[in-house]
């Protein structure tokens, strides 16, 4: 199989083409891969709002890009339709922006929709650690079936541990109940958080937040801190 060797880190796009004696077929996808440094840049406290346009990926500041997954249907995206009333305040209170995903809009519904964090440096830190995000979710029927994923890795990405496993019923955030909703208020989030107690002074801890599903509302992320 090809294999390509990155010198610095960055997100870059990747081409690759199959030949045979028919003929070749060339496929190109863009912000594809994106390589870590070996030391993460961010340290501890670690904040993310998702209050820049520029979110997920900065073009001059590739150290703080966060990596989504290329996907066949609607992935994550960012918004400025709802935001958490700001558990954690974060900038001076300023809150208007928020990441979201949902599961009603997959044609592919076996996949798994990935957001990953860059690495972030907790080398001064000590037990107890954790990593907190406000969220907001409620179950839009009785076929709502959708499931979130968080893993850590301390090792780039080469291995991962789950650290947070919900399905529908536990994530809901609105007292329970269907309830469609594009615009949650402010009643509707909720503030979750992970234990990261056994990644206290290592030096580059990434997060991966895997979502899938089907029939299910919008679901909300907000406010994202390492701490």
Known sequence: SPSVVYNESG??????????????????????????????DMPAPYIQNFESVEFPTFENNTHLNWTVSEAEDQTWKRTTEASSP??????????????????????????????ITPG????????PVRAYF???????????KDKLKIYASDNC???????????????VTNGGGNDYFDE????KWMQFDINLNSYARKNNVMLKFEFSGENGNWLYIDNFIVC
């Open 184 to 187: 949650p208020d402010e009643r």
């Open 120 to 127: 972030i440096d907790l080398s001064n830190t000590s037990s």
């Open 86 to 115: 700001n558990f954690s305040p974060i900038d001076n209170g300023v809150n208007r922006a928020s990441f979201r995903i949902k599961s009603s809009n997959f044609n592919a519904l076996a996949e798994k929709h990935i957001l």
């Open 157 to 171: 990405g080469r291995t991962w541990t789950i650290r947070f496993d919900k399905e529908t019923d536990q994530l």
């Open 11 to 40: 997100v870059f796009s990747t081409t690759l083409t199959v030949t045979n004696s028919v003929g070749s077929n060339t496929t190109t996808k863009e912000t594809y891969v994106n390589i870590s440094p070996e030391n993460a």
């Open 134 to 144: 406000d969220l907001a979710y409620s179950r839009k029927n009785g076929n709502s």
